[in-house]
């Protein structure tokens, strides 16, 4: 399962196109390239989905209220604590 | 943090300058979860964090009166936490943002695991366990690399941005970035993969 993939240099290539920050020739140049190399599509797709995932609000936790009330009771704000909850 | 928390909520930017706390509350009550957690991802301490969290509102607070609206309203409050934080860090760990990226450029890169895992399905993805492994991947990246990550990848911001804020160069925070990426895709293809063989020989 682990091995090195022949291409490793296009990993920078792939993260750049992913930023879109690759210059167009080259963008078609890769695009040429992973449709050929299963190793290759495979990171691409791998690292683009590890990406998405850290961008879901899924992983977003609530402010704890201790931390909250201690917020509003620095900022003098304690009255409009008590109105939210 | 995403321009919507803020539009939504239509906070008016003359009646926080004219100290309205009514719409002060408001910011914070829209924006404090975000900052908290950014600040949290970055010290990787609760009590850190929490001091963050004041002293960015503090400072906001007294900074209203002289802001003048060049960047949104949003983005002026981020930048004030994440160099609150980033002040902070560099107080704690003398080395945080080395001005050359060589010492541990060459370092040797694993082999990289080749699964595709992208085909399983969301709520296996972003089960609790699995958000769980991927706050922990993150944890353990360097703090020069996670950084660059959160506020690149996970916060959106451009690499432009990233740059502007941490005082790198572009192409430092390209390959920081990189290396970043490299490391969590792996860390999540050993662990996906394993999920994946499982479900494939269900």
Redesign the interface.
């Known amino acids: 399962m682990t091995e090195k993939c022949k291409c490793q240099g296009l990993a920078s290539s792939i993260s750049e196109y992913l930023d879109g920050e690759l210059p167009p020739e080259l963008c078609a140049e890769l695009e040429q390239h992973m449709s050929e190399c299963e190793n290759c599509s495979i990171v691409f797709n791998t690292m683009h989905k590890t990406i998405d995932l850290y961008r879901k609000p899924e992983l977003n936790h609530p402010l704890p209220d201790d931390i909250k009330s201690r917020l509003y009771h620095r900022l003098h704000l304690d009255d409009y604590l008590v109105k939210k909850t | 943090m995403s321009e919507e928390t803020l539009n939504n909520s239509a906070i008016s930017l003359a009646a926080l300058k004219a100290g309205d706390?009514?719409e002060?509350?408001r910011l914070?009550?829209a924006t404090?979860?975000?900052i908290?957690?950014l600040a949290l991802k970055i010290l990787r301490d609760?009590q850190d964090a929490?001091d963050v969290?004041?002293e960015s509102?503090?400072k906001a607070?007294r900074a209203l009166p002289e802001f003048e609206g060049r960047s949104s309203l949003s983005t002026w409050l981020y930048r004030i936490a994440v160099n609150e934080a980033l002040m902070l860090l560099r107080k704690r760990r003398v080395n945080l943002v080395p001005v050359e990226e060589e010492a541990d450029e060459d370092d040797e890169?694993?082999?990289?695991?080749?699964?595709?895992?992208?085909g399983l399905p969301e709520d296996e993805?972003?089960s609790a366990e699995s958000?769980q492994r991927?706050?922990a991947a993150?944890d353990t990246l360097p703090d020069t690399l996670r950084i660059v990550?959160m506020l690149r990848?996970?916060e959106?911001l451009s690499?432009k941005e990233t740059a502007e804020l941490l005082k790198l160069s572009e192409t430092a925070v390209?390959t920081r970035?990189?290396r970043a990426?490299?490391r969590?895709?792996n860390e999540?293809?050993v662990y996906y993969?394993e999920r994946f063989v499982e479900k494939s020989s269900e």
Not at chain 2, 109 to 118: A, E, F, S
């Open positions: 706390r009514t002060f509350a914070v009550d404090s979860n975000h908290y957690h609760p929490e969290l004041q509102y503090i607070m890169q694993p082999g990289m695991v080749l699964t595709d895992w992208v993805l972003l958000r991927l706050e993150v990550f990848d996970m959106g690499i390209k970035l990189l990426r490299l969590l895709r999540l293809s993969g």
